[in-house]
């Protein structure tokens, strides 16, 4: 069974600081989604990486894949209010697109 | 287009009811699932269907069925609710393409409570 650890699960931290949001796994991944989710919706997708050591960056937030395919990252610059939200990553395992892997997800809050 | 619409938003079963959670979209999308959220443990995947008169079990069937029988719709059926499943159950649609082109479009969620 593929799994997914998200870390941390809670982050709270003020208006302006960086951080970083890290999806790890012992399987390897044909590719990786990072979601995000707004209180009472579904979750919206943000970037997909497919290629090892890909970065892929959505104005201030930058999106890595391992070189192994195994483990993602999310880095935040500048983290604004607006940020504040459910971060899932989701992974395609090799053996078909419908068996997505999801972490357990990062709770983040920005304060002003 | 509405993308994926899901019905009721919110349910409250008592312990041995049945109940039927409605799933719809309009994107003409082959593939569709069922996820259910629990605090801490992210989505899992509970049945999923890669189009009209197929389907197959995710992470965590026991409990529900489903059926597909036209592209647009992919209702979930609760034979008998237990309080373990009270959770948020969101349905998603996706093109089903692979290596990485295979984005879900999730519903707004139905949040369901049994007694």
């Known amino acids: 069974t593929q799994l997914l650890e998200q870390s941390p699960q809670f982050l709270s931290i003020q208006e302006g600081e960086n951080l970083t949001v890290y999806c790890n796994s012992s399987s390897v991944f044909s590719s990786l989604q990072w979601y995000r989710q707004e209180p009472g919706e579904g979750p919206v997708l943000l970037v997909t990486v497919v290629t090892g050591g890909e970065v892929k960056k959505l104005k201030r937030l930058t999106f890595q894949f391992g070189d192994a395919r195994k483990d993602s990252s999310l880095h935040i610059t500048a983290a604004q209010p607006g940020d504040t939200g459910l971060y899932l990553c989701?992974?395609?395992?090799?053996?078909?697109?419908?068996?997505?892997?999801f972490g357990q997800g990062t709770r983040l809050t920005i304060n002003p | 287009n509405a993308g994926v619409t899901q019905t009721p938003k919110f349910q409250v079963l008592k312990t041995g009811q049945s109940m039927t959670l409605q799933c719809a979209q309009d994107m003409n999308h082959e593939y569709m699932s069922w996820y259910r959220q629990d605090p801490g443990m992210g989505l899992r995947l509970i049945h999923y269907s890669v189009g009209a008169g197929i389907t197959d079990q995710g992470e965590v069937p026991n409990g529900y069925n489903v059926s597909r029988s036209t592209t647009e719709d992919f209702p979930l059926r609760l034979l008998s609710a237990a309080p373990s499943q009270t959770s948020v159950y969101f349905c998603?649609?996706?093109?089903?393409?692979?290596?990485?082109?295979?984005?879900?479009?999730f519903g707004p969620g139905t949040r369901l409570t049994v007694l």
């Open positions: 989701a992974g395609e395992g090799l053996q078909g697109a419908q068996k997505l892997v």
């Open positions: 998603a649609s996706s093109t089903g393409g692979t290596g990485g082109y295979n984005e879900q479009f």
